[in-house]
């Protein structure tokens, strides 16, 4: 390209006002994708949710319990083929800041239920055989450091106080890439053992799976009639509007998250058009040699626009690539607060094309004011 | 030779009854009233004028970077006036070289990029384009000086790269604005001597605005501009013949 050297030569020339335009597009692309990355962690739990599988917790608030008793009439409603149950067991292990969800299972029925979370039948078969045994995800395993056979203790905050042991039978993965391994997995049985009288045979929540995702609506209605005007009514959803509505509770986090982004993105557009105009009335002699020598009007608006656009995607390059370098520390340091900060392709893909697009319209407006400005008036400004 | 009375017949620019009228505020300003101009091929003319006469008007005018309010001007067979801006632009690129009397050379190009500038809009190879430039840098003596930025040349020297941008496309003609009123008179000398070389030795055909007496009196016409209307002047005394040096 026989312009380039004029392009790269005009770019370079402040190389401290260079530096900042591509700084902030630095910055912008790397807020853009690290805030992309929360919102799809928030919002994965209703996008990976299983469409066939129902969750039912007390209508009162998901705090309250539901009896174990229900499970049976439950499994009676045409259209349920298999139910399991869980607790929120809401441990710490050894400092508060070292979060994971543990739940209480139903070794019977959790793996008919949650098909995509892969155990090895040995050590399925150990954990069931072992009161004290645990089944770990793999991501709580790889941070902090457990093996099979390892002996952890967690300190119960809800049930009581002291320590509860567990023997580390088996971890699980996840199917998909998406799937959550961060969850912690203790027996009913030992769960119950340390219970006192009044809260024993209580559940979390059920989770059951349909024999069909068209029957969704109807078998949600049945239960939750079911147990209508009983002491423990219930409330039936799919687990997608169950993840939707966990989500909810930290607030609007997508309304929360894309104003931030706008914010972000239209402050880079003033900055960056105000930079390009700048650098454009300080050019306006030069621009219109270039007119006056032969360079049509077009070709005028294309230096303009490729400067403009050569600043948009060096920052916009360098902050998804510091993205890509943070994120995984970021999301370490947060362990199992949220959900798998995971930066995606498209969420890649999408930064850079804004970076195109804020490139594009930053420098649209300037490169018109040369593409169309007077030779001899701008001659006369030397 | 040049005439203004409209009756050249074979002049390579010729101008007739040419108006051009600025509005500023409500009042309109006549700068040029029914101006002719026959210039034959290798001529050299000055115009002259004090302040305000329209001799840079006329340039921008012949040089197709302003168009006239009446009038037409016709270069080589080719009648600009009626020509649309994208047309006008590429005639430009292909007939007229222009010198400014500030050099306007593009500070972060060297001397080599800023004289390669005309050639990049044509289909000349990168070889090709690098013998054109080298040649013209050679023409001005600035063979020594081409990886040079305009910052590491003195006043001279910048417009003598700035001839070299004007004439390394061969243009029809070459339009020059007060081309040594930012120069001493040593500089000044350097760059007349130079603008008369182009004439005499390669035959361009210069039109050149100035206030200087001294720098007129090297064209071969000189020509004075008073309330837009041209008055023709003598030749200078110590040329010859139109494109000859004393």
Known sequence: MKFARIIFANLLRKKVRLLLTIGSFAVALFLFAF?????????????????????????????????LSYRDKILRIPG????????????????????????????????QVFTELLVSDDQWNAF??????????????????????????????IYGSGTWEFNIDGIYHGKNPLDDETQFWLQWDY????????????VGWYVLRLNSPDDAVGVSKAIDDEFDNSPYETRTETESAFAAGWVKQFGNIKILIISIGSIVFLTLLLVTGNTMAISVRERTPELAVFKAIGYSDRTVLFFVLAE???????????????SIGIVPLIAQKLGGLLPALILSPSTLVLGLILAVFVGIISGVFPGLNAMHMRVVNALRRV | MVKVDGSGTKGLIQVRDLDKTYRRGGEEIDVLQGLNLDVEAGEFVAFMGPSGSGKSTLLNLLGGLDVPTRGSI????????????????????RHVGFIFQMYNLIPVLTAFQNVELPLLLTKLSKAERHAHVAAALGIVGLSDRMHHFPRQLSGGQEQRVTIARAVVSDPTFLLCDEPTGDLDRKSADDVMALIEELVGK?????????????????????????????????????????GGIA
């Open chain 1, 35 to 67: 805030l992309s990355v929360v919102n799809d962690a928030f919002q994965r739990g209703s996008d990976v949710a299983g469409a066939d599988r129902l969750v039912i917790i007390n209508r009162t608030s998901i705090i309250n319990t539901i009896p």
């Open chain 1, 80 to 111: 349920v083929k298999v139910i399991t149950h869980n607790n929120w067991f809401g441990a710490i292990y050894k400092d508060e800041k070292n979060f994971f969800p543990q739940f209480v299972i139903d070794p019977e029925n959790q793996r």
């Open chain 1, 128 to 157: 069931l055989k072992d009161r004290q045994g645990a089944i770990v995800g793999a991501r709580t395993a790889e941070r902090f450091g457990w093996k099979v056979g390892d002996r952890v203790p967690l300190m119960t905050t």
């Open chain 1, 191 to 202: 769960f119950q053992e340390h219970l006192s009288d009044r809260n024993k045979g209580q």
């Open chain 1, 308 to 322: 403009s656009l050569i600043i948009a995607v060096i920052g916009g390059a360098l902050g998804l690539l510091v």
């Open chain 2, 74 to 93: 016709t270069v080589a067979g080719d009648e600009i006036t009626h020509m649309s801006s994208g047309r006008l632009t590429q005639w430009r690129a």
């Open chain 2, 202 to 242: 390669y035959h361009k055909t210069v039109l050149m605005v100035t206030h200087d007496p001294l720098v007129a009196a090297r064209a071969n016409s000189i020509l004075h501009l008073d309330k837009g209307v041209l008055v023709e002047g003598r030749p200078a005394p110590h040329m010859s013949s139109a």
